[in-house]
């Protein structure tokens, strides 16, 4: 191609970019959408709108009213919806195409409903995909088990900020009659699940809209999910014999003592007496879930 040639496609691309509108995330499907329109609007093609959505079902199908994820970039703003701050977070796919499968969209876009949104980011649900050995596409497909997990993610009508959840506190969960348990004896804010499991929250209080949402590190299975979740593979869990050390647990396992006492939260770091025989210590992040 001459130099001229390439300069004018060149131009041509740009111009092309100018005009085409920033994408908005979430796009609401109008009558006589097509995949191929919608994209063209946003300057991409029909396979990038295609791959941002496998919670859809049938592609080729889609319906006015349904929700689209575009790719975008920048944050949501404070006074923006659950949906929103969800849309915009590039750890968050996961959990967005969820609550679009789940049918919880509208639910989630009321800037005015108070809540409160513990939110595991990609990384979490990747862990549970493997131990269920289930594709993002399988999980978005069952509506069901969907829509049962995320509920008990979400406290309806409460704003519960971070610093005022206190150790042993309940909170009552979408899900009917399944609560979450803060524990926190010291300064790290866990939720134990109702199996058992504790799981850190992490980035705490970002505002959206009345409700609040907190990260968590791993999903929050509960306990009468429509899928018992596998316990994780490889050595997850060392039960303490007498005469163990920390240090040459944390060493046997190529991890450090600081990790152990992150993720036990018996633990007292400073204080091995809190090393009892029977004890089952959890050895890895991914195991916690
Ligand atoms: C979005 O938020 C992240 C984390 O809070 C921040 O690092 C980043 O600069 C923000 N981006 C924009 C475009 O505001
Ligand atoms: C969310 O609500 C806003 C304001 O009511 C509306 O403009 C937007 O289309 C809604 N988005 C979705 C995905 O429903
Ligand atoms: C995981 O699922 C795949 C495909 O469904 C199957 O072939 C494989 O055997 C499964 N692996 C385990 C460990 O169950
Ligand atoms: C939390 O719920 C459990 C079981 O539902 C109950 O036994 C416990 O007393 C509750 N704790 C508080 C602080 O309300």
Known sequence: MSKWGALLLCSLALLNAASAAEPPCSYIVQSGDSLFAIGKEFDLTQAEVADANPQVDNIELIQPGQVLYLPCSGNASDGDSILDLLAHRQDMHILFQAVLAAGFADMFNDTKAKGTLFAPGDEAWF??????????????????????VLKYHYAPEVVLEAQSLENGQNIT????????????????????TNTGKKVRVVDMDMPAG????????????????????????????????????????????????????????????????????????????????
């Open 210 to 289: 009345a409700a609040v949402v907190h990260t968590v590190k791993n999903v929050l299975w509960p306990a009468n999910s429509l899928l018992e979740l596998p316990p994780p593979s490889g050595d997850c869990v060392h039960v303490v014999k007498a005469g163990d050390t920390l240090f040459q647990i944390a060493k046997d396992a190529k991890t450090t003592v600081d990790a152990l006492v992150e993720l036990n939260p018996d633990l007292e770091p400073d204080n091995g007496q809190s090393l009892q025989p029977g004890m089952e210590l959890i050895l890895f992040p991914s195991c916690a879930a």
């Open 127 to 148: 862990q549970v995909l493997d131990r269920l050995n289930m594709t993002v596409g399988d999980l978005l497909a069952d509506k069901e088990l969907l829509s049962t």
């Open 173 to 192: 969960t979408a899900l009917t009659g399944e609560d979450l348990v803060v524990y926190k004896p010291r300064d790290i804010l866990r939720l134990a």
